[in-house]
């Protein structure tokens, strides 16, 4: 069974005047079907406003569809009493670090969920220690949020999310705000997460870097899934991806570039180890 | 500057009253604060100060560290000062113009100064030695018997905790709004009263809008993982007496008893 499911799901709002009268219908999500199965690494990628959050939102019941259907674990996202159940099931990261720390220590945020859950005061404490050590953060435990980087403080927020045991963690733009290192450092994490501890991940992000990871990646624009397919499979289509405003690696487009020069080189070049594999055969051939 | 403000913070150390249970210190705060204010008479005060003193070395946390929460009241402190000193009636010691300073304003002045340092000292103690969380759970326990009359109790303490986290944040936020509108020219010290309370106004609305924007993301993200209120809620670090908290309590009483024993007897 898939762990999410949507089914042609929609979510419009309405835009209002200062007067409060609705002057239109902007359509966030338009008709978007997705299926994750459990243990994948799915990204959703693409540019501001192409309704990549909107759709986030509806993984653990933060926003319901206006049309469509989302189930989370075979649990349909608008029934109210499973609320809690979807919640505990999809975990969700935001992109600002300081707006999703609620205790003064990094400790006591993670054990926030579990409290909330009504976990035994003993299985608190056990959780926030495999969670904090599973994201390499256990050594700040005592430590205030305001004093980590922000890396460090994203990694709170996953620790954070991972202490209630969900099946599934919904990473939304969580590298936005961070510095290249800071990047790395919870694609790292959540990378872990999903080799070690197998739990499905779902990250949002803008950054292609992010993705090639990814056992499959979905590209939003205008509120539908405009591609999806394989990390491969999507980067061997540059041009595409340039017209929805996405810059591919570099490493990439350097590859396109000598491709459409005329070198022989295979589409779809993720890292620089492969383009200079490629290179080296290519002129080994000669 | 404005980051040098320490009252509210948490400093990170550990000694015998960081340990302590949070309702003893918030209990124990209280009565000094009354203690402070129970006499006129130099021999309590002297008492109360040394106590104070005892606290903080115990505390571990460095005295320069406390003082630095001191400076932002310094200016309500010259306020109320000076406002005793010129305006207590009685026996004139210095007379100059139409201001006189009087006997009685001179101590009324000089107590005044010592209470309030006292009083901030203390609490700043005790905010420096509990985290928020703590304090809001201590508060959250000793005013639990008023959820009987449908006071939400749990919603107050957990605002309070997440306005002293926000503490920090919002201080830097208003520097870096400041800075920025400094770079663009803006002016903050210069011209009168007026002038200056209108130059707030550019750091006010962003700070604001920032607020409220923060206040959101942190709702859902507090939705997110689960949270529904108080009800069905467990603690990770519930609040258990242990035997330091009764030693703590005994020497709370025999403090007080001494302050009101030297407080009637001088």
Known sequence: MNIIDLKK???????????????????????VDLSVKPGDFIAILGHNGSGKSTLAKHLNAILYPSEGTVWVD????????????????????????????????????????????????????????ESLKAVGMYEFRKKSPNRL????????????????HPKCIVLDEPTAMLDPAGRREVIRAARALNDVEKITV???????????????????????????????????????????HLTVPQVTLLADRLKKSGLPIKSGILTRDELTAELVRIKSGR | MIREITIGQYYQTDSVLHRLDPRV??????????????????????????????????????????????????????????????LTPGETLVAWGGLKITKEGALIAAFMAARLV???????????????????????????????????????????????????????????????????????????????????????????????????????????????GGEGRTKMKPLRYKGADTVAYLILMVYLAAVIAVGKLT
Not at chain 1, 223 to 238: A, T, Y
Not at chain 2, 182 to 201: C, H, I, P, T, W
Request: aromatic residues 8%.
């Open chain 1, 74 to 129: 075979g649990m349909d996202t608008t029934e109210e009493d499973k609320l809690m159940q979807i919640r505990q099931t999809t975990g969700m990261v935001f992109q600002n670090p300081d707006n999703q720390i609620i205790a003064q220590i990094v400790e006591e945020d993670v054990g926030f969920g579990p409290e909330n859950l009504g976990v035994p005061t003993k299985k608190i404490w056990e959780r926030v220690e």
């Open chain 1, 202 to 244: 779902i990250l949002i992000t803008h950054y292609m870097e992010e993705v090639i990871y990814a056992d499959h990646v979905y590209v939003m624009d205008h509120g539908s899934v405009k591609m999806e397919g394989s990390p491969r499979e999507v980067f061997s289509r540059v041009d595409e991806l340039s017209a929805l």
């Open chain 2, 118 to 228: 006292l009083l901030i000292i203390s609490s700043s103690l005790m905010t420096l030695t509990t985290t928020p969380t703590q304090l809001t759970d201590a508060m959250e326990k000793l005013l639990w018997p008023l959820q009987k009359i449908h006071l939400p109790v749990h919603e107050v303490a957990m605002m309070m905790s997440i306005a002293l986290r926000f503490i920090p944040i919002l201080l830097e936020e208003t520097d870096k709004i400041m800075k920025a509108q400094m770079a663009r020219g803006a002016d903050f010290e210069s011209g009168n009263l007026l002038r200056r309370l209108k130059a707030m106004v550019p750091i006010l609305v962003p700070l604001f809008i920032s607020a409220f924007r923060r206040a959101n993301d942190l709702a859902m993200a507090m939705e997110a993982r689960c949270y529904q």
């Open chain 1, 149 to 164: 980087s922000g890396g460090q403080k994203q990694r709170v927020s996953i620790a954070g999310v991972l202490a209630m």
């Open chain 2, 25 to 86: 210190k918030l209990i124990f705060v209280i009565l000094y604060i009354v203690s402070i204010f129970l006499y006129r008479k130099p021999l309590p005060f002297l008492l109360a100060a040394l106590f104070l003193a005892l606290c903080v070395g115990l505390s571990k946390v460095p005295f320069s560290y406390i003082v630095r929460g001191l400076k932002a009241v310094v200016v309500l402190m010259l306020f109320t000062a000076v406002f005793n000193l010129f």
């Open chain 1, 9 to 31: 799901v929609v979510y419009e709002y309405f835009r209002r005047d200062d007067e409060g009268n609705v002057t239109g219908i902007t359509t966030a999500v338009d008709h």
